[in-house]
């Protein structure tokens, strides 16, 4: 049976056979690169609706299966994606709160500005157009006469200088907590 032509053409009862056929072959193949059952359910739904919403665009030159496992294979890669941003968007926040408990802010803010101070000369002056006053690199390139490649280059050395200094103040924010709190 012809099910691309078929689903092609919008038919509800060819769509319902194909699901049943490729559900649970999809649903395994998902569980096994992840896992996990929930992503796994989740890309088989979204592999699903998606086959359904752009069926105009399937080929008659490809296997039914090839197409679906193409979709399924795309959609899990977004999620995975999602998931990691996620992930280092709660990294990021449990760090931050961290901080904020290990360090007081004045202490903060007093090494943020050393930091900034110990920086080379155009280094400063960059990473203080650029995080301060807002300006995008291009401008900053213009203002100084160098290229937004230089100007990229800088405050990424900025930034790394500014880890550094963090990871210092962390790492004697948290020795002094447990000392205080024996």
């Known amino acids: 049976m012809d099910y691309v032509v078929d689903l092609v053409s919008g038919c509800l009862q060819t769509f319902q056979t194909v699901y049943r056929l490729f559900n649970p072959k999809l649903y395994a193949y998902v569980l096994k690169k992840t896992g996990s059952a ?37 959609i899990l890669i977004d999620q995975l994606r999602k998931e990691a941003v996620g992930k280092k968007h709660l990294t990021i926040v449990e760090n931050d709160y961290a901080l904020r408990t290990e360090v007081d802010q004045p202490e903060m803010h007093h090494a943020v500005e050393q930091a900034i101070e ?7 002056k960059v990473f203080k157009l650029s995080k301060v006053e ?49």
């Open 38 to 74: 929930y992503m796994a359910e989740e890309v088989v739904q979204l592999t699903f609706i998606r086959l359904w919403e752009k069926r105009e665009n399937l080929s008659s030159e490809y296997s039914l299966s090839a197409q679906i496992f193409r979709i399924a294979g795309t």
């Open 134 to 182: 807002g300006y995008s690199y291009k401008e900053i390139a213009e203002m100084l006469s160098i290229s937004p490649k230089t100007v990229e280059n800088h405050v990424s050395q900025a930034l790394k200088q500014l880890r550094a200094a963090f990871s210092s103040i962390i790492s004697l924010a948290i020795i002094m907590s447990a000392i205080i709190h024996k």
């Open 118 to 124: 110990q920086m080379a000369p155009v280094r400063k």
